[in-house]
């Protein structure tokens, strides 16, 4: 009867363990999704496309939706070097 019992503890004690740990990781996954929707990329946050890094200085821009984000060498370095 003893043994039983202490079997029965021990697979509830696993069961409880494995519920908490899908727990955390739920929490973990949310705390990140809600994260990434408090910090908006440069692209939502402007509604310029960011290019910075494909090798051509976007330094004079159209201004509608979905037009490349100016670059100067103090915002893109990589594709805008210092004249």
Do not use: H, W, Y
Not at 29 to 36: I, L, M, S
Not at 45 to 70: H, Y
Request: proline share 4%; glycine share 4%; net charge negative.
């Amino acid at each position: 009867m003893r043994k039983t019992k202490i079997l029965l503890i021990i697979i509830l004690l696993a069961l409880f363990l494995s519920i908490t740990a899908c727990s955390i990781k739920e929490i973990q996954k949310n705390a990140v999704d809600k994260q990434q929707t408090n910090n908006p990329t440069k692209e939502t946050e402007t509604n310029c496309k960011d290019l910075c890094g494909d090798g051509v200085c976007q330094e004079f821009v159209c201004m509608s939706l979905g037009c490349p984000c100016a670059e100067t060498a103090e915002t893109c370095p990589q594709d805008c070097k210092e004249k």
